[in-house]
């Protein structure tokens, strides 16, 4: 059924033509590839020229569903030369590949509101959805208006999709564990109203919302408060003294994995401290591979010894930040977008996670002395090969070591 109700809609577009694939491919390469990171991966991810050794995560960058979402974005611009092409809001979360969409004059739109820019599309216009999906209300949308859409949801986003309209069929409220603000939630939150649109859902992103929403499952509480606390991210008709009964979780595919089962645990405790039994929980797995394999390989990195990380990718991009989260406590982590944000033996230019902003810190310490340094590196599942390859170069280069140098280790 079309997500818009009964009413027939276009045919999706096949874009994965073997004769456009074959040019996408090249193009793609050509942006966003990297022979030395290629070979450094090859080689085991470890390096040393001179005094300065750098390692590479055994799993890092871009992921299976970001290189489908960008290959199916490009393939569009092949397949449709002159139509106008539109996305709904960031193919994905990486300033560099969004700047190439752009240059392909593929227009995006907002996607935290559908504004009036969605009205102006009409039946010749391509419609591009993102790697994270976009929520029911946009896709009817652009159904209505009659578009050719590309949709390049990951297959692990409609996995969490299929989980959540399960849970409304069967009057169970979801809570999602995810930002509220991302666009992937959002999505997500859409179809947890179910086919009938009558279901429910919660979205917690931290330990204290998880903890809040326990103490009111086992003792119930103030039912304005907690609709005040929670205002954007509940259901519109959502109740917590009916719609925490029965409860199924989910999370945004690119949560950070200790935290998501840490807030399943405690809802599974709230629930059986309750009732006296857990029949009323319900949950499932919903991090997805490439999410984890990332996770995991910077926790194997971390037992080696390293002076400093770098983080490559862009600010907004959730699994990034997650990555950053697991270094922090461990060793100095600097969360950059690209190689410009090291700016010269004494500074790097990066995002500080925990006050949102992008600050300047002093490193002359590691760059610019004689001694022997080794830093490690790793990326984001948004983050292309030549970003990383650029990052690499920059930093043998202050390290007093040429490209050539470094091509022919
Ligand atoms: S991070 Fe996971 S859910 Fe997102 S596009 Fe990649 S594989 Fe899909």
Redesign the pocket.
């Known amino acids: 059924m079309s997500e818009a109700g009964n009413k027939p809609k276009k045919p999706r577009v096949n874009v994965r033509r073997p004769d456009v694939m074959e040019h996408v491919a090249a193009e793609v390469a050509i942006h966003f590839h990297s022979t030395i990171v290629e070979k450094l991966r090859d080689r085991g991810g470890k390096i040393t020229v001179g005094n300065t050794t750098v390692l590479l995560a055994e799993q890092f960058g871009f ?4 290189e489908r ?1 960008i290959d199916l974005a490009y393939a569009s611009r092949r397949v449709f030369p002159e139509n106008r092409i539109f996305l709904i809001g960031e193919i ?1 979360h990486n300033p560099d590949v969004n700047r190439h969409l752009r240059e392909m004059d593929i227009v995006s739109l907002p996607w935290q509101e559908l504004d009036s820019s969605y009205d102006d599309l009409t039946k010749d216009d391509v419609v591009i959805v993102p ?2 999906g976009a929520p029911t209300l946009f896709m009817n949308k652009v159904e209505e208006r009659g578009c050719y859409v590309v949709d390049t949801t ?4 409609m996995k969490v999709w299929r989980r959540v309209r399960g849970y409304a069929k069967d009057g169970v409220t979801s809570i999602i564990h995810g930002k509220s603000n991302h666009e ?1 939630t959002r999505a997500t939150a859409s179809r947890a109203l179910g086919e009938e649109g009558n279901g429910n859902y919660l979205i917690v992103l931290t330990l204290s919302d998880t903890d809040y929403v326990c103490n009111y499952i086992i003792n119930g509480g103030d039912r304005v408060e907690f609709l005040e606390k929670f205002s954007d991210n509940v259901s519109t008709n959502f109740d917590p003294d009916l719609h925490l009964r029965q409860i199924g979780i989910a999370n945004q ?2 949560m950070l994995k200790s935290e998501t089962e840490e807030i399943q645990r405690r809802l599974q405790k709230a629930i059986i401290d309750r009732d006296g039994n857990g029949g009323a929980f319900q949950m499932f797995d919903t991090i ?4 984890q394999e990332r996770q995991d390989a910077l926790f194997e990195m971390l037992r080696k010894p390293m002076d400093l990380l770098l983080v490559i990718g862009g600010y907004n991009s959730s ?1 990034t930040a997650h990555l950053v989260e697991i270094a922090e406590p461990e060793l100095p982590t600097f969360f950059i977008r690209s190689a410009a944000c090291i700016t010269s033996l004494d500074e790097i230019i990066h995002y500080d996670l925990h006050h949102k902003e992008e600050k300047i810190s002093n490193y002359s310490r590691l760059f610019s002395d004689e001694r022997a340094v080794t830093l490690g590196i790793t990326a984001g ?2 983050c292309p090969n030549n970003l990383i390859e650029e990052t690499l170069i920059k930093i043998f280069e202050l390290r007093g070591i040429k490209r050539e140098e470094l091509v022919g280790a």
């Open positions: 992921c299976y569903g970001v979402a994905i790697a994270f990951c297959g692990d986003v992937e595919t690119t997805c591979g490439a999410t699994n599942a948004s």
